[in-house]
Structures are given as structure tokens and as C-alpha cells.
């Protein structure tokens, strides 16, 4: 009898509840997905604009003027005894910027008296001077680059109409002398140069000092004085000067 209820109890349910199935994790969504990270920009067409202008910052005044010197070493002795094959000349060139690298310039130049000597007139031993005069005036572009705030590189060409005059007399530093020998002529040139530029500012930035030297070679046309003398007159020259940008 007791086998009996045992095997009863044995077969009939618990009654437990079966066991609940795992909770499934949700799979992330595209928006929940981190992004991945950003790449540098590359430098586009603003950033070197901005670049470009910070290089050419000086060269933002657009006026320059300067006032100069110039040696040049005549080729072929072009003035014989009047200079020993060299001449020294100032001048003044204007320039006014259109675009960011070029300058369009005018300018002028004279030379003084020095090129001169003494010459005896048959035997009465009289003393004459023979003095050579020239004035320059000249056009051209130029194209500058400033690799440093206030520190440049440029080229420039120019062409020039040169006048000169020979004089022969004993006082040819006066022009209307009577008896005074006076022969004219006049010829055109290129120039071509390469030089350096630097700039201090001053008045708040609006107005910049500046100094330059430049080396380069000056050709021009023989040069004509009637039937007595031809001049060529060209070779390399030095010039520097100091001047403003506004």
C-alpha cells in the first residue's frame, strides 16, 4: 500500500514554472553608430589666399617711391678719359602696385659734371674742359615677392630714353657761354636687374621705410654727338637707395 502512494506521488507534476528564456540584446542602429574620426582638412584655395597675402603683407601699400644711386662699369671704355670706364648717377623712381606681384614704375636720373679733363688748345696754352651731362628717363614693371614680413625679393625690366651732351669749353657747367662748343644727341635702351628690399613701419603701420639694392645690366644704342664723338654707352651697374610705401 505504501509502494502504491509513493509511485503516485512519483508521476504527478511539481507544478514549478518552466524556466523564462533569455532576454535577447538589441542590435545597435546606424544613428547609434560612433562616426569614425575626422581626417584634416586639406589646405584649400581660402586658406592659401590667406597664406599668400600674409607673405605679401608689406607689398599691400601700394605707392613706392625711392630715391637712388647707381655706379655702373661701362663696357669698351664708352667714355674714354672723361670717367676712367665708370659713372655715378641718382635718380628717382614712382611706382604704384595693380596686382599682387606687379608694379608698373617711372622714373629719372641724371648725371653730373664729373666726367671731365683738361684739354690745350694749339700753342697759345689755353685750358679747356671737356665735360660730359646725361639724363635718363625710364619706364618699366616690376614684380616683387616678400618670402618675410618686412623682407623682399624682386626683378624688375625697364626701357630708357637717354639724352646726353658734350660741352667744350673752360666753365662747361655754364650753359650759355659764349663760344661754348655744345654737341646733343640722344638713343633708347633695356635694363634688366634682380635685387633686395627691406621695410621698417612707421606711423602706425600706414607708411613703410624702405631700403633696396639691385645689380643688373643696362644695354643702350651707341649714342650720337654729331661728328665728333659715339658713345655706347652700357654695362653692369649697382644701384641702392632708400625710400617709402604708402
Known amino acids: 500500500m505504501l509502494s502504491l502512494i509513493a509511485l503516485a506521488l512519483a508521476e504527478e507534476p511539481t507544478g514549478s514554472p ?3 528564456p533569455a532576454a535577447e540584446t538589441p542590435a545597435p542602429t546606424a544613428s547609434e553608430t ?10 584649400g584655395p581660402p586658406v592659401v589666399a590667406s597664406l599668400a597675402a600674409d607673405l605679401d603683407s608689406p607689398s599691400r601699400k601700394p605707392w613706392e617711391v625711392d630715391i637712388h644711386v647707381a655706379g655702373i662699369v661701362l663696357e669698351n671704355s664708352a667714355l674714354g678719359e672723361f670717367n676712367r670706364n665708370g659713372a655715378t648717377t641718382a635718380g628717382l623712381r614712382v611706382g604704384y602696385r595693380v596686382a599682387p606681384w606687379i608694379t608698373p614704375f617711372v ?4 648725371n653730373g659734371a664729373g666726367m ?37 625679393v624682386y626683378g624688375l625690366a ?25 654737341l646733343e644727341g640722344a638713343t633708347g635702351g633695356l635694363t634688366a636687374a634682380l635685387g633686395v628690399q627691406a621695410a621698417a613701419p612707421v606711423r602706425g603701420d600706414r607708411v613703410d621705410v624702405t631700403f633696396h639694392m639691385e645689380f643688373g645690366y643696362a644695354w643702350n644704342a651707341p649714342l650720337e654727338l654729331g661728328d665728333v664723338a659715339t658713345l655706347n654707352i652700357q654695362g653692369v651697374f649697382i644701384r641702392t637707395g632708400a625710400g617709402a610705401r604708402f
Not at 622714373?107 to 641724371?110: E, F, M, R, V
Not at 635718363?136 to 623682399?152: E, I, N, T
Not at 666753365?171 to 661754348?180: A, E, K, T
Request: hydrophobic share 35%; no cysteine; proline share 15%.
Open 116 to 152: 671731365s679733363h683738361f684739354v690745350e688748345e694749339g700753342d697759345t696754352g689755353d685750358l679747356f674742359r671737356t665735360a660730359y651731362y646725361q639724363d635718363q628717363f625710364f619706364g618699366g614693371l616690376k614684380s616683387a615677392w616678400s618670402p618675410l614680413p618686412y623682407f623682399g
Open 107 to 110: 622714373g629719372a636720373s641724371a
Open 18 to 20: 518552466p524556466p523564462a
Open 34 to 43: 560612433p562616426p569614425p574620426p575626422a581626417s584634416p582638412a586639406p589646405l
Open 158 to 182: 625697364q626701357g630708357q630714353l637717354v639724352l646726353g651732351i658734350l660741352r667744350i669749353d673752360d666753365d662747361p657747367d655754364v650753359d650759355d657761354n659764349p663760344g661754348q662748343i655744345e
